[in-house]
């Protein structure tokens, strides 16, 4: 059995390539806790609530899984907590059967993804000190045992998220909901919200992640947008010839085959 660990900034990100790997690579989706992998038990909360905090969400990675491969995707809920969540994670499972690693940014900031880059293997360096990051290239995988990768969302050279991505699967799969979402996001009076409402839409990724709020509202009203990313067609024989998911798509298959 190959095991492979991910772990993404969001929610999002994690369903996203869920739903990838499932589709391109046909595994499925373990729902039950009793049919999780042992070799993933440490990863699983034994006690509820975390930490004492009854409004921090359970973290507990997705996994999917045949009968060659079992893969844990984690989400790191934010950029600053990757290194942690890898970390904590290798301190508790058996690494020396570890097939691979993943690491799954966005490009949300001002820094271009090769400065990010650079920022993260540096504090990686200091932290983890079972891989050799020295030879590693953005968005290649290191064939090195186990097998590590660090891909930054969109296409790992320019500025953008997951939403860049799914602005292009909408332009295949859903143009006129597009269209009249950008509409309405471009459209509406700025100067009726507060600075602090308008923190979030105001920064770099916030125009796309609205506007793909609002397909996802249509097609999945009063759910969360990973509920669309899993049920809809954002992923499909279309859309996975894009440029950018192309590119995912070999990363993925560098890490888990």
């Not at 996975?240 to 798509?249: Q, T």
Request: proline share 4%; glycine share 4%; aromatic share 8%.
């Amino acid at each position: 059995m190959k095991y492979c660990y991910i772990v993404a900034e969001g929610i999002h990100d994690i369903e996203f390539l869920t739903k990838i790997i499932k589709e391109l690579f046909n595994l499925s989706r373990i729902k039950k806790r009793s049919l999780v992998n042992p070799f993933w038990d440490e990863l699983i909360p034994k006690t509820f609530p975390m930490n004492d905090d009854l409004l921090k969400r359970m973290p507990v990675p997705s996994f999917i899984q045949n009968e060659q491969c079992s893969i844990a995707l984690h989400n790191a809920t934010g950029i600053n907590n990757i290194v942690k969540t890898l970390e904590e994670s290798l301190s508790v499972i058996e690494t020396s059967k570890l097939f691979s690693i993943g690491l799954i940014l966005d490009a949300d900031t001002k820094d271009k993804p090769q400065k990010r880059f650079k920022d993260l293997i540096q504090e990686l360096s200091k932290k983890i000190k079972m891989i050799n990051f020295t030879s590693l290239q953005l968005g290649e995988v290191n064939m090195s045992n186990p097998r590590f990768g660090v891909f930054i969302l969109p296409d790992n050279q320019n500025q953008g998220t997951l939403e860049s991505i799914l602005m292009e699967c909408a332009k295949i799969n859903y143009p006129d909901l597009l269209e009249s979402a950008t509409e309405y996001i471009e459209g509406f009076d700025q100067t009726k919200l507060t600075v602090k409402e308008l923190k979030e839409f105001k920064k770099l990724a916030g125009k796309n992640k609205a506007i793909i709020s609002s397909i996802s509202s249509i097609l999945k009203p009063g759910k969360a947008i990973q509920v669309s990313l899993q049920d809809n067609k954002w992923i499909d024989e279309k859309t996975i010839e894009l440029d950018d998911i192309i590119l995912l798509k070999k990363f993925i298959t560098d890490l888990i085959f």
